[in-house]
């Protein structure tokens, strides 16, 4: 599934935030708190947005081919 757009809790915008997001914390292997501040996100509910986050769509997608 695609990241929502804003948080649940607060309504800030953080789809903004998660290819980057992504990109060092699974890729370069940063800690993720480190990340975070360095994203400028405060609230702890826009960070378990990013934190909680599972990219499920690459394997949905392969339902649908037959």
């Known amino acids: ?3 929502p757009v804003r948080c649940f809790s607060c309504g800030q915008v953080v789809a903004d935030k ?3 997001y992504d990109k060092k914390v699974n890729k370069e292997k940063e ?3 480190k ?3 360095d994203l400028g996100i405060k609230r702890y509910c826009c960070s378990r947005m990013l934190i909680g986050h599972v990219e499920l769509i690459d394997e949905i997608i392969n339902y649908g081919r037959k």
């Open 35 to 37: 990340v975070i501040a």
């Open 18 to 20: 998660w290819e980057e």
């Open 1 to 3: 599934m695609m990241i």
């Open 31 to 33: 800690d993720p708190k």
